[in-house]
Nanobody, 130 residues
């Protein structure tokens, strides 16, 4: 059974940093696409970042590009989201997710869509104060 558990959320002032962790059991993350999504208050779940299953391809939402970095530790079967220069608009519950499929071609329209992911963690709250 695949399980994902996020941790590392908290409260931080604008301009600060946090590192989120996603512990995965039941599948080797090195062989599957792993992603981060977030859902702010009153908003729909939105894509943040992805590490594609093949190679080292990563992709970020424009809103976090240059500030967030997704890191994968295959030996520990962990994925991380390093978040720097945080803004109040980054306030959200952050989720990690994994996709069972192995598409042959990297498509943003696919990896950035929440419904394409089969397994999700419970989420961790990030709150950024002005």
């Amino acid at each position: 059974q695949v399980q994902l558990v996020e941790s590392g959320g908290g409260m931080v002032q604008a301009g600060g940093s946090l590192r989120l962790s996603c512990a995965v059991s039941g599948r080797p993350i090195a062989s599957y696409t792993m992603a981060w999504f977030r859902q702010g208050p009153g908003k729909e779940r939105e894509f943040v970042a992805v590490w594609w299953w093949r190679g080292t391809t990563t992709y970020y939402a424009d809103s976090v590009k240059g500030r967030f970095t997704v890191v994968r530790d295959n030996a520990k079967n962990m994925m991380y989201l390093q978040m720097n220069s945080l803004k109040p608009e980054d306030t959200a519950v952050y989720y990690c997710a994994t996709d069972t499929e192995h598409p042959s071609t990297f498509k943003i329209a696919y990896v950035a869509v929440a419904r394409e992911y089969d397994y999700w963690g419970q989420g961790t709250q990030v709150t950024v104060s002005p």
